[in-house]
């Protein structure tokens, strides 16, 4: 019991140094670039928390004439209030791609600019709303998240925190997957079914794994933990943890020189 409520409090510290660290940003940006000042006070400055902002990001970007970005804020906002643990992935989410892209100096970055954490924070939303027997919305949103940022997961589908999806583009997973914590996706990543079987027909992705560009990982299957597919393999049978695989159909390489390959993001396979 204790542990949980270490864990918890953990996390919740996460999100607190994630939004101080953004709002500082923001505040020394705005005063490096006084053209974009109104663009930081709009997006962080005038927010009073990571979840506004951060509500406030998805909402702009989804906005259609079906839903202007007011009434989508509202859905995302009530999300909130019902499962706190929505921001805590977000912020959780955003400090792995700080620590895992190299080409991201601020926490403020994916917040603003990346299309791939807005896609995995979108698809939070449209989960939730899964969850809670809100299907035809939860497909609505999941086709504006789809058309925005070329991202197409089913709001189905479990996903866990400290996920990265980096360029994002491409990247497709089934209803009935599952993907651990700690899980880094490459752009044209799909955790696919194999053909037209009904029930559970999607990949099982443990804690840790690097899935490589343009790797297709297909039908009920399990990638065991700290595993490394890499790019372009076609996946069709169980990987075993920290083993390397690769290959059309995918074979074993050899062990993984990381525990976590998805924190170290290396995608060289030759010397594994």
Not at 49 to 57: D, I, P, Y
Request: proline content about 3%; glycine content about 8%.
């Amino acid at each position: 019991m204790n542990s949980q409520k270490e864990n918890i409090d953990e996390e919740l510290d996460i999100v607190e140094k994630v939004w101080t660290n953004i709002q500082q940003e923001a505040q020394h940006m705005s005063e490096k670039e006084p053209m974009l000042k109104t663009f930081f006070w709009q997006s962080i400055l005038s927010k009073n928390s990571f979840g506004e902002a951060l509500s406030f990001q998805i909402a702009s970007r989804l906005s259609s004439e079906v839903l202007n970005a007011t009434l989508i804020e509202q859905f995302i906002k009530n999300a909130y209030e019902n499962d706190p643990n929505i921001i805590i992935s977000g912020a959780v989410d955003l400090s792995a791609v700080v620590k895992r892209d190299p080409a991201v100096v601020y926490y403020s970055t994916p917040l603003l600019y990346l299309k791939g954490y807005h896609a995995l924070q979108s698809y939070r939303i449209s989960h939730w709303l899964w969850q809670n027997d809100r299907k035809e919305t939860a497909y609505f949103f999941q086709n504006l998240i789809s058309t925005t940022f070329g991202v197409d997961v089913h709001p189905a589908a479990q996903i866990g925190k400290g996920i990265m999806f980096d360029h994002a583009t491409g990247i497709v997973i089934g209803e009935t997957a599952i993907v651990g914590d700690n899980v880094s996706f490459l752009h044209n990543v799909t955790l696919g079914g194999t053909g037209h079987e009904q029930g559970d027909r999607h990949p099982k992705v443990h804690s840790g794994v690097l899935l490589g560009a343009g790797a297709s990982v297909l039908g009920n299957i399990e990638i065991g933990e700290g595993a490394k597919i890499g790019a372009g393999s076609v996946v069709l049978k169980n990987v075993r943890p920290h083993t390397t695989v690769a290959g059309v159909p995918a074979k074993e390489i050899g062990l993984c020189k990381s525990a976590m390959p998805a924190m170290e993001m290396d995608q060289n396979i030759g010397n594994d």
